[in-house]
Nanobody
Framework: QVQLVESGGGLVQAGGSLRLSCAAS?????MGWFRQAPGKEREYVAT????????DYADSVKGRFTISRDNTKNTVYLQMTSLKSEDTAVYYC???????????????????WGQGTQVTVSS
């Protein structure tokens, strides 16, 4: 069983930046970020393949967020810039135990989930 631990959340002003980290206790393959705003369903944010060469983003964050990973540390990052109030949410890290990439937005295809880290953007 792989444990995922997110960190880096906090309070930031609109237009600011934050970097989230997700440390895995073991090897994972496809890793992604999801978020859940108050009163809304959890939604897809971004995904990165094991090799790091293939990424995918939700339209709402394209051009503002960047996902990356360091496999030597079993860690994935989410660099968030130009933050907006609508980015306020609990951000969750997720991982697959396979290299399967298709349908990265499908939450049911992820095997492991973190506990989440709160990001609050003040306007």
């Amino acid at each position: 069983q792989v444990q995922l631990v997110e960190s880096g959340g906090g309070l930031v002003q609109a237009g600011g930046s934050l970097r989230l980290s997700c440390a895995a206790s073991g090897r994972t393959y496809l890793m992604g970020w999801f978020r859940q705003a108050p009163g809304k369903e959890r939604e897809y944010v971004a995904t990165i393949a094991w090799t790091g060469g293939r990424t995918d983003y939700a339209d709402s964050v394209k051009g503002r967020f960047t996902i990356s990973r360091d496999n030597t540390k079993n860690t994935v990052y989410l660099q968030m810039t130009s933050l907006k109030s609508e980015d306020t949410a609990v951000y969750y890290c997720a991982a697959r135990s396979t290299t399967y990439f298709p349908a990265p937005q499908a939450q049911q295809t992820y095997d492991y989930w973190g506990q989440g880290t709160q990001v609050t953007v003040s306007s």
